[in-house]
């Protein structure tokens, strides 16, 4: 393997490139409703467009990221960057719904490319360093994931929810640019066939209990957000009247508990990985508990979100510290494996919070969100220790 020594430059280069593409995915959230007029469709059809990028994220980590123990990170970033850009431009052409949810799981299939920059943070680091590295790079997807949120909001209101797949595509080709100009080419030296490193999958999962443990505890926590972020715009609309420019404002406050990122890094290089996840779970179940008793409180929603956001971060990176410290040769696949389950909780998290919110409106999807971090909680302490 070609490594190179993790220069601060290169670090929060990684770090901001993986903000803005992993904002691809995001952008829809608070546009669904915009998009629902636009084709005549309902809430529920109209999450097919966040269900469908989820999706194809979770397939996208699934046949693309392994790859970085094969090839040239800058061979897999000119083909991903080619059809990434591809599809931003057929989704703010698309006619029809169907149209835009297909290029919707291509938008999502290209925007895995982030989870190429934890492992090369983790690989390019010392020992000491690993946590923070994973920190920082996590910090600047977490403020991407949550600052999309807010520039789609106020672009969606302003101009239209098309301007803004476009807006993202003249992003894509800027940033494409830059990686290829400062990113270091790093070579593996997995020589065997792509078959045999996607059946190398199966061996991680199989043989790594503390890997199967962080898939299903982030797929628990993602489901519970993804739940959230899907339906606030809803919430906003039949509660206090409000468009797509304030659900996507609501972005603000997570990133106030995204920012803790480097700090939680930090941590894991320091006190145990255990009570970090017991922690950050107790504060999923405090965050949704406030959520159940704020459907009109914009106070109360506030809250929930900074502490909703900074739990699911601390578990996230913990669990990422716990996979990347075992099996160097193999971080991308083990990462793979992980962000797969993760987003694949992500999809069902959607997919549950439109059927909760059709039913049985927010109170329903509070709940949602109570019961899978109190399953978050309970598989920690029946689980512990084969955690680290």
Do not use: C
């Not at 897999?76 to 990434?84: G, P």
């Not at 994931?145 to 595509?169: C, E, K, N, Q």
């Not at 979100?305 to 996979?323: C, S």
């Amino acid at each position: 393997m070609t490594t190179s020594k993790l220069s601060n430059s290169v670090l929060y280069l990684m770090s901001f490139s993986a903000g803005l593409v992993v904002a691809n995915l995001y952008y829809n959230q608070p546009l669904l409703n915009l998009i629902s007029e636009t084709f005549g469709v309902t809430e529920a059809a109209v999450s097919n467009v966040a269900l469908a990028t989820q999706l194809g994220y979770a397939f996208g980590l699934l046949f693309i990221i392994p790859l970085g123990d094969k090839l040239s990170n800058h061979k897999i970033l000119q083909f991903d960057f080619i059809l990434m850009i591809i599809a931003l431009v057929a989704a703010g052409m698309s006619q029809t719904l169907f149209a835009l949810v297909i290029s919707s799981f291509f938008i999502g299939f290209t925007s895995a490319i982030p989870q190429l920059f934890v492992p090369m943070a983790a690989q390019m680091s010392d020992e000491k360093g690993r946590g923070r590295a994973i920190g920082i790079v996590m910090s600047g997807l977490l403020i991407g994931i949550l600052g999309s949120r807010i520039v789609s909001g106020f672009i969606g209101d302003m101009y239209g929810w098309r301007v803004m797949y476009y807006a993202a595509t003249v992003l894509m080709v800027i940033l494409f640019i830059i990686l290829r100009w400062k990113l270091p080419n790093l070579k593996p030296n997995y020589n065997g066939s792509y078959g045999n490193l996607m059946l190398s999958l199966w061996h991680y999962f199989k043989t790594e209990p503390s890997l199967r443990l962080a898939a299903l505890r982030g797929a628990l926590g993602f489901a519970g957000l993804s739940a959230f972020w899907t339906t606030l715009v809803f919430l906003m609309e039949d509660s206090f009247g409000y468009g797509s420019t304030i659900a996507g404002a609501f972005g603000v406050f997570g990133i106030a508990g995204a920012l803790g990122a480097t700090v939680v890094g930090k941590l894991n290089d320091k006190i145990s990985k255990n009570k970090i996840i017991l922690y950050s779970a107790i504060l999923l179940v405090v965050s949704w508990l406030i959520f159940l008793i704020s459907a009109e409180s914009i106070i109360g929603l506030i809250l929930g979100v900074v502490l909703v956001d900074l739990g699911l971060q601390a578990l996230h990176i913990t669990n990422q510290n716990i996979i990347f410290s075992k099996n160097p040769e193999a971080r991308n696949r083990v990462n793979t494996i992980y962000m797969v389950g993760f987003f694949i909780g992500g999809a069902i998290g959607t997919t549950l919070g439109a059927i909760a919110w059709q039913h049985l409106g927010w109170t329903g999807v509070s709940w949602l969100g109570i019961g899978l971090s109190v399953l978050i909680l309970i598989v920690h302490l029946f689980f512990r220790k084969k955690t680290i």
